[in-house]
């Protein structure tokens, strides 16, 4: 009896001081109203939460910013990267709004749209701060070899011979995949069934085995896939053509005369509450790691295009993203 | 003899004492992940992974590696001796090892476990070496129709898990599949049972869920029985004799660990299927094709070394198309993976030849990593095994407290905590009414992929089910899988015709 009550009450108390200790929740006390807007510096340690797991894409970008930063000693503070994954991003961002205030940013991408527009998010847009937007990454078209398909053209011709027959997978319902295929079917004027699958490697291993003609994904994870002809590139949707990976012969859609542009786009978010000052100074912060050459050089090896705006750019560009997400999400679900 | 160039190659990278300094960090910290109820390999791989910053590749990757196939083992630990499976690969080992520990046999299970491990993992490395650019294109054979059947034929493995009462079984199984469809649907995106609850979007993940009913009840339901019994360790338990399995031990176990060791290799090759699933299936087989299946459950040696080989090879698998394809083989290689890009290493068809020493190095460093594992093995075992005789109030404190921290690791989030939690409270009740585990988080693991793959494969079949089932591959396992699920009582019936007749006669 008395070995009984010693063991449960051994675990009661080790259960509720450590519960204690991990729902405490970081305590960030909001940063001291500085009277100047000139010359705002951090005071306190920064976390900059990516809501995807560490080796993900976000995850790799913000990273890479962050040892950038360390690199040249750019910033006074420690920046610490802190993975929420759950929910695409989801999860991370209602952390960010959640906790707020001037030490806290976040990493966007297609997801930062995505989710609140097809109303898979409790946040809206009103919820943040835009700091800055740091670069596109576009999506690549890829057939199997098994599809007979070298061009766009071929794929426009065989659509229009056989409705109904032609499959693009891409990663997620919705997602920048789902969207460039509603490009692709507006602008080509075919139809196309959309696959969604669970990520950008599945996408890769079932193009690549055949059970799929066609597939979006991002370029940087083809491997080498491409030049040992396991797969067809067949257009990216950038502004100018890349090299890497194999992909210098693959002509942008501008080049073939479509506007299929779509590209993610990614920046740095925080909460609504931050102040201006704070904003400002990221800003500038991270418009110095754009310039550096480690940046230009990492955005070079994942293919994505260098766009820099800073806070007021991007507040007002801001607009245009979310009208053009909301423009094919309501597509995408029409269609379903 | 090129084959053996590389190797060689291999190997003298390897010999690179700092090379070989983080194989052994990462080998022992596998294990103790892997031990540790709350930590699973890829949230140990994903802790761990910031410290490979600025590493050499091969040593970082060597490291990573380690960790993985040694929390292969690491888990089996916690699964023998106090029944708590230390991660999910382990599930398996603790249905025959938990009760082999009790009557007395835990220093045997423990030995089996570790020499199944080391087994199912060198011989699966002899095979990536070997296989390796074949077995690249078996990896995308696989559509997802192939994985619908795949998926149909582990969840057949529910009957052999049920204990007997094959209702209680279908009740678990039936909990684990609607839990499974918890979340954002894969294919439309639809929101289902998620009552707006954010971190429900994605669904719950296995791995909380099993720390819950298997960690959480376990010790809550240990503490409040009024036997208390603890494994009484006799002082000649602890020699280094009894840590060898028996000749007949090994007599019984020898084809399961060849078909395990298989089975968990090819298993793990598949993109998205890994050394979990491996571990379902082995079991499953291995209970059907023993002569003394029906004593499975009991404490049978091969119900711990079937899942044991085969989640040590499916491993080694997974690595497989992550190196030549740049498509991960299991949750753990996702991560992997992203440290190979890290290390500026471009996975996929030419790794092997633009950076011989990274791939070859890395695959001999299974090889040593085993036998590191090996040599772990016997010199620790006997203090696994000791502990055992602390004093069950205070190792059921230490654990819980591990379980809450790993909860918490999976996400930085009290969410998790509160899934293992809840689930802990079902694992109890479960437990009180004598129904089954395992088939409830073998179901959650299945249900989601095998609802995905189907709808997968009806969209590219553009709506034609009979198209889908009549493919080559597809029609194959989903006979083997209605011949596992029928095929006993298929056999007694034709007995008891055979019998008639000669009555009759």
Known sequence: MKKRILSLLCIAVLCMSLMAGCGGGTQNSAAPESGNTEGWVPTEDIELTVGNDAGGGADLFARKMVEIIGKYDMCPVNITVVNKPGSSHVVGFTYLVETGGDYNMNVVSSSFYAQPISGNSPLTFDDFSYVALVAKDPSLLIASNNSGFETLDDIIAYAKENPGALMLGGSSAISDDAILCEQIKQQCGIDITYVAMEAGSDVLANVMGGHVQLGAMSPAEIGDNLAAGNLKAIAISADDRFEEFGLGDVPTFKELGYEIDHQQHRGFVMAADASPEAVRYFSDLIEQVYNTEEWQQFMEDNCMTGFFMDCDEYSEYNQELIDTYTEFIAMIQENQ | ?505
Not at chain 2, 1 to 8: G, K, S
Not at chain 2, 68 to 78: D, E, N, P
Not at chain 2, 86 to 105: H, I, N, Q
């Open chain 2, 1 to 505: 003899m090129e084959l053996l160039h590389n190797i060689a190659t291999g190997f003298s990278v390897c010999a690179d004492p700092i090379v070989l300094l983080y194989c052994f960090i990462g080998v022992v910290s596998g294990v103790v992940i892997g031990a540790l109820p709350g930590l699973g390999p890829s949230t140990g791989i994903a802790i761990l992974l910031p410290l490979t910053y600025g590493m050499e590749p091969v040593a970082g990757i060597v490291m990573l590696a380690g960790i993985y196939y040694g929390a292969m083992y690491g888990g089996s630990i916690t699964s023998i001796l106090i029944n708590t499976p230390g991660e999910s690969a382990a599930v398996m080992t603790a249905l025959d090892g938990y009760p082999m520990a009790v009557k007395g046999r835990p220093a045997q299970a423990m030995g089996m476990a570790a020499y199944a491990s080391i087994i199912g993992g060198t011989a699966s490395a002899v095979l990536f070496m070997l296989l390796a650019p074949v077995i690249a294109e078996f990896a995308l054979v696989f559509s997802p129709a192939e994985y619908f059947a795949l998926m149909v034929m582990g969840l057949t493995a529910i009957s052999g898990m049920s204990g007997g009462n094959a209702f209680k079984g279908f009740v678990a199984a039936g909990l684990g599949l609607f839990v499974s469809t918890i979340g954002l649907d894969a294919i439309m995106g639809t929101q289902r049972f998620v009552f707006g609850i954010v971190h429900l979007y994605g669904g719950i993940d296995f791995v909380p869920v099993a720390m819950g009913l298997f960690g959480i009840a376990e010790i809550i339901s240990s503490s409040a029985e009024e036997s208390g019994e603890q494994i009484k360790l006799g002082p000649d338990d602890l020699k280094f004799r009894k840590m060898f399995p028996t000749k007949e031990d090994w007599r019984w176990s020898a084809p399961h660990i060849l078909r395990g060791t298989l089975l968990g290799f090819f298993v793990g090759v598949l993109p998205g299927a890994g050394a979990t699933i491996a571990s379902f299936l082995s079991y499953d087989l291995a209970k059907k094709t023993s002569k003394r299946g029906e004593l499975f459950g009991t404490g049978v040696i091969e119900g711990v070394a079937a899942p044991e080989s085969a989640n040590n090879a499916a491993s080694m698998g997974a690595m497989v198309p992550m190196l030549t394809l740049g498509v991960p083989g299991s949750g753990s290689t996702t991560v992997m993976m992203g440290a190979l890009l890290m290390f500026g290493m471009t996975p996929g068809p030419f790794l092997f030849e633009k950076e011989p020493e990274f791939a070859w190095g890395l695959i001999a460093s299974l090889f040593i990593g085993n036998l590191i594992l090996l040599l772990l093995v016997i010199g620790a075992l006997p203090l696994f095994v000791s502990i055992l005789k602390v004093r069950p109030a205070i190792l059921n404190g230490v654990v819980m407290g591990f379980i809450i921290f790993g909860a918490y690791a999976l996400g930085n989030d009290v969410f998790y905590i509160g899934v293992a939690g809840f689930f802990g409270a079902l694992g109890f009740i479960f437990k009180k009414l004598k129904i089954p585990a395992p088939p409830m988080v073998l179901a959650i693991v299945l249900g989601y992929i095998t609802e995905t793959n189907l709808r997968q494969a009806m969209i590219l079949a553009q709506g034609n089910f009979i198209a889908v089932i009549s493919r080559p591959i597809t029609a194959v396992i989903l006979i083997i899988a209605l011949l596992l699920a029928f095929g006993s009582p298929i056999k007694s019936l034709i007995g008891r015709l055979m019998a008639h007749r000669k009555a009759a006669a």
